[in-house]
């Protein structure tokens, strides 16, 4: 209930967003509402949020009633034009904040942010390195620094950043998920599979990392890995209300590759009895969402002796 609650406010939001975004291009006032709504949705909208902070800033009248405002404002219009590739802009406001709070970290991740814009990799790196010396724990910054190698298509570097990272932040989800799946990319499974167990240990009733772990432990191979892939394609079907059709078909394939393995040897009743129902679950979908895929899925079933 209260997530759906949620979901309805922030779609009345962005509603209304973009309803004051249409006013204000079209001269109807609500400007800073608009710039201000954008800044605590954390809306990405570049373009406009760029013509109406810049008619602001360049209206002193204007400027001068927002009093501390125009700060903010400042930094919002100077990330907005980094978005539109107008790093002239992006320079001009990041010299006005600079002037105005010299030595401030924030106003320091704005111009490694210019120099990333640039495409000037070392001169982030070395301005991010200096904030590091001041705060090591500027959790935005490290997230610049894996950004960067990243952008780069250093994923070793990118690696490297990310567990330097979870290291000082355990706790952040995202950046474990990031992890698994650079660590896929890179064919390295065994690191990718401790990762989803780090995610389904903090988070287990997400499908999503039960799917993933799965799928790591059958591209391993191997008759544990594929038992324990097994199990988890069926944790997926449980937690999904079996509608996750990804999972159906990893059972099916488990059990064949596992039936290949162990050439008949200890079978389970369980098991066989949980290869039949995703087998016969995948059967119904087909028939009701591909009609024109059953023949073909039930000929791939027949191969694997699961129909």
């Known amino acids: 209930m209260a997530a759906a609650t949620a979901t309805a406010t922030a779609a009345e939001e ?49 400027r001068s009633r927002l009093a501390s405002e125009q700060w903010t404002l400042y930094e919002q219009v100077a990330v907005a034009a980094m978005d539109c590739q107008r790093l002239d802009v992006a320079k001009d406001c990041i010299g006005i904040l ?52 990243k952008a780069q298509g250093d994923m070793s570097l990118a690696v490297d950043y990310l567990n330097k990272y979870l290291e000082l932040f355990m706790a952040d989800h995202d950046a474990w998920r990031e992890l698994a799946e650079i660590y896929v990319s890179l064919q390295m499974y065994k690191q990718a599979a401790f990762c989803y167990e780090e995610l389904i240990l903090a988070q ?32 997926t079907i449980q937690l999904t209300g079996g509608k996750n059709t990804r999972a159906l078909f990893g059972v099916c394939l488990c059990s064949a590759a596992i039936s290949q393995l162990t050439k008949g040897r200890n079978k389970e009743e369980e098991s066989s009895e949980l290869q039949s129902l995703a087998a016969e679950a995948l059967m119904k979908d087909y028939k009701r969402r591909a009609p024109s895929m059953e023949a073909l899925v039930a000929g791939m079933l027949k191969n694997m002796k699961l129909s």
């Open 14 to 62: 962005e509603a209304r967003l973009l309803r004051l975004e249409e006013q204000a291009e079209h001269g109807g006032g609500g400007a800073w509402e608009y710039l201000s709504l954008a800044r605590r949705l954390r809306a990405r909208r570049p373009a406009p949020v760029l013509r109406l902070g810049l008619s602001l800033l360049n209206d002193a009248s204007a």
């Open 98 to 149: 600079s002037k105005q709070f010299p030595g401030s970290a924030r106003v320091g991740r704005l111009e490694a942010l210019l120099f990333e814009a640039k495409g000037d990799w070392a001169e982030a790196e070395r301005a991010y390195a200096l904030i590091l010396e001041t705060n090591p724990f500027d959790q935005i910054v490290h997230k610049r620094k894996i950004a960067i190698a």
């Open 204 to 235: 287990p009733t997400i499908p999503l990392y039960h799917l993933a772990y799965a799928e790591v432990l059958y591209t391993l191979g191997g008759l544990e890995n594929l038992q324990t892939a097994k199990k988890y394609y069926a944790s």
